[in-house]
């Protein structure tokens, strides 16, 4: 059986960054190539190698119900750490549920530069489509945060999805706002720095004129829920109801409508008020024409003009403002970092952040709280990462324990924050502290501890007595 081809997609994004310090890299090592297609069901195999290049490899979920006679769906997964098994059980209970194919690739990195993804999707995509009995008019993306771009220009330059779900994503920089073809999906943690850009999203996508959805789950930058992933790919079935691209089941159907009103009940009982319009709005447009949606219309008009709606776009135009403000103070803090020779004190960085006050309104909770966490959410990656990347890469050390000091107040409980202070201070010879820090870090439970054995940024601590007491602790089994 010859099978459609994929289009190549090409590099013509200039969308290049430095190499994160000390993140997870794709593995070299070539992957095997299997006959997919007999492989066992029900499973998720790991570390398959994609036949035009074995060293991109990705994990392979086939349905309980796959028979290679038939075409199934398929969903692309990207991680943005290369942690393809994480991200493919996070969808194996929905692929099982509804049958479809997932394949999550193991290569996908975000922070970096953008070659190795594109090339970690030419060598899977095609290679799919090739040897597996793929539904061409239903293949997906989804992805994390750099996944989550990276699924949108796959759409983008191929054509050749019906649906992408972005989580915590944003629109690529550069990425000019062509036409799409996919429905869209948007999801992000309400205190999630890229929250207002998955709007963003949500609002070009109308524009566009493509089927849309805007969801939000309570969390920071992370992947969604199982639960929240199965949402999202049962609206896609309804979309592949309407279209005609399966058959219609009038028991699902039904079910779907049913949990996507309740779901509004919800919202709106929690005072989401305009969560509650946005999902009533969304049964209107899914369901009109599928089911009789007149009692759900009659509901939203009277919901848009009630006084909670009045009210909470109040609120919402004071969140904007308050997280505008806020991100104007984080890049102001920046500049005061990169342009002074010697570091600002600390007490004129957290007055220029506003930090006291984030720090209390997160810490009053509701709405404006989420607010304030999406601000503290920004000053943690910009100080905690971004900045503290080039920074060392500078060797400005000086400036990353100001710029991490700050990032460890926002995050105490961030054993990478802690733990680059540590490397930091270590570097500009502040021992007593760098150890202070360290077991911080080892408090706060970090990820591979053996890791203080041979990092470089620490080796002026090795003689230090109170050094080899944590590094015992460190790699004790």
């Not at 194919?101 to 090739?130: C, H, Y």
Request: charged share 25%.
């Amino acid at each position: 059986m010859r099978h459609p081809s994929v289009p190549r997609i090409a590099l013509l994004l200039a969308l290049t960054a430095t190499s994160a310090l000390a993140a997870e890299t794709a593995s070299p090592e070539r992957g095997p190539v299997v006959d997919l297609a007999t492989l066992a069901p029900g499973e998720i195999h790991s570390g398959l190698g994609a036949a035009p290049d074995p060293t991109q490899t990705f994990e392979l979920y086939l349905p309980s119900s796959f028979d290679p006679a038939k075409r199934w769906p398929l969903l692309l997964v990207f991680d943005p750490r290369s942690r393809g098994k994480l991200a493919a059980e996070i969808f194996r209970p929905v692929a099982e549920e509804l049958g479809w194919i997932v394949a999550s690739s193991d290569n996908t990195m975000s922070d970096g530069p953008w070659e190795p993804n594109i090339r970690a999707v030419n060598a899977m995509f095609p290679d799919l489509v090739s040897r597996l009995p793929v539904d061409t008019g239903r293949i997906y993306a989804t992805g994390f945060s750099g996944g989550a771009m990276l699924s949108w220009i796959v759409g983008v330059r191929t054509g050749q999805l019906a649906g992408v779900l972005s989580v915590g994503g944003r629109l690529p920089d550069g990425l000019e706002k062509r036409p799409i073809g996919f429905a869209f999906w948007a999801t992000a943690g309400r205190s999630d720095f890229n929250y207002r850009p998955s709007a963003e999203l949500d609002e070009l996508a109308a524009e566009l004129g493509v089927p849309h959805r805007l969801e939000y789950f309570d969390g920071p930058h992370t992947w969604l829920s199982p639960e929240e992933a199965r949402r999202a790919l049962r609206w896609f079935e309804v979309l592949a109801m309407r279209d005609g691209k399966r058959p219609r089941d009038d028991a699902f159907l039904d079910a779907e409508l049913a949990a996507d009103v309740a779901g509004a009940d919800a919202l709106e009982r929690d005072g989401r008020t305009l969560e509650a319009l946005r999902r009533l709005e969304a049964v209107v447009s899914t369901y009109g024409g599928l089911r009789d949606v007149s009692v759900v219309e009659t509901r939203l008009r009277a919901l848009d003009r009630s006084a909670a709606a009045k009210a909470a776009r109040k609120e919402e135009k004071w969140a904007a403002r308050y997280e505008e403000q806020g991100l104007r103070r984080l890049t102001e803090t920046v500049w005061l970092l990169r342009q002074n020779e010697v570091p600002p004190p600390p007490s004129k960085l957290r007055s220029t952040l506003g930090l006291q006050g984030l720090l209390s309104q997160r810490d009053a909770g509701g709405e404006r709280g989420e607010a304030a966490s999406r601000v503290l959410a920004s000053v943690s990656s910009q100080l905690g990462f971004y900045l503290m990347r080039d920074l060392f890469a500078s060797g400005d050390f000086p400036k990353a324990v100001a710029a991490l000091a700050i990032a460890t107040e926002v995050t105490p409980d961030s054993p990478f924050a802690w733990y680059n202070l540590a490397c930091a201070q270590a570097r500009t010879g502040d021992h007593k502290h760098a150890i202070a820090s360290l077991e911080r870090a080892l408090d706060a439970g970090l990820p591979r501890p053996d890791q203080m054995k041979s990092d470089s940024d620490l080796d002026s601590l090795r003689d230090e007595p109170a050094f080899q007491q944590l590094l015992a602790r460190a790699i004790a089994p």
